[in-house]
């Protein structure tokens, strides 16, 4: 059973830089079937798609934050990781990993648990 | 981006209800539309993918039809279980989410 966990400072000041790490158990993350979001929701714009890493090591990413954002991974650890850089209050939420499969026509099957990130000074 | 918009943003009902959810795409996506449930407090739940695939482990009581721009999500025969917010979600292109329709007990 694949199970993701994302990890990482539950407060962030502004201007600072967003990291956090999701764990992933039960499957490699280069396996070929399967892709490597994060996602975040917020209560002003609700869930919003941040990008994907693929079993290549590829990366995509949600032009409306394309120039914040960079996702990498750790294959020996089986983990991905997410940065956004100069963080405001806007970008408090709740953060998720969550994967994605060609097959299922990208949806997202396995989610983390999420974790709360607040932007405060 | 698409916007997705989902119609009622909420909804009151019974156990026992007919339910339908309807979400509009901006552009047309073929049938790259996915529906999930999420209850307060918890990650939300794949239920519907390619518009009407039910995603093994989801009750038969839920259903998906719709292609190009217009989907609905069915729920047969609600269930106290069932009561929660649910999210259309394209995958077209960059993905994008409706703003999601809270069901709640009548």
């Known amino acids: 059973q694949v199970q993701l966990q994302e990890s990482g400072p539950g407060l962030v000041k502004p201007s600072q830089t967003l990291s956090l790490t999701c764990t992933v158990s039960?499957?490699?993350?280069?396996?070929?079937?399967?892709?490597w979001c994060w996602i975040r929701q917020t209560a002003g714009k609700g869930l919003e798609w941040l990008g994907r890493?693929?079993?290549?090591?590829?990366?995509n990413y949600n032009p409306s934050l394309k120039s914040r954002v960079t996702i990498s991974r750790d294959t020996s650890a089986n983990q991905f990781s997410l940065e956004l850089t100069s963080v405001t209050a806007a970008d408090t939420a709740v953060y998720y990993c969550a994967r994605d499969l060609v097959d299922f026509y990208f949806a997202f099957d396995v989610w983390g648990q999420g974790t709360r990130v607040t932007v405060s000074s | 981006d698409i916007q997705m918009t989902q119609s009622p943003f909420s909804l009151s009902a019974s156990v026992g209800d007919r339910v339908t959810i309807t979400c509009r795409a901006s552009?047309?996506?073929?049938?790259?539309l996915n529906w999930y449930q999420e209850k307060p407090g918890k990650a939300p739940k794949l239920l519907i993918y390619?518009?009407?695939r039910l995603q093994t482990g989801v009750p038969s009581r839920f259903s998906g039809s719709g292609s190009g721009t217009d989907f609905t999500l069915t729920i047969s025969s609600l269930q106290s279980e069932d009561f929660a917010t649910y999210y259309c979600?394209?995958?077209?292109?960059?993905?994008?989410f409706g703003q999601g329709t809270r069901l709640e007990i009548k």
């Open positions: 039960g499957d490699s993350i280069t396996s070929g079937s399967y892709n």
């Open positions: 979600q394209q995958s077209y292109i960059t993905p994008t």
């Open positions: 890493i693929y079993s290549t090591g590829s990366t």
């Open positions: 390619a518009a009407s």
């Open positions: 552009q047309s996506i073929s049938n790259y």
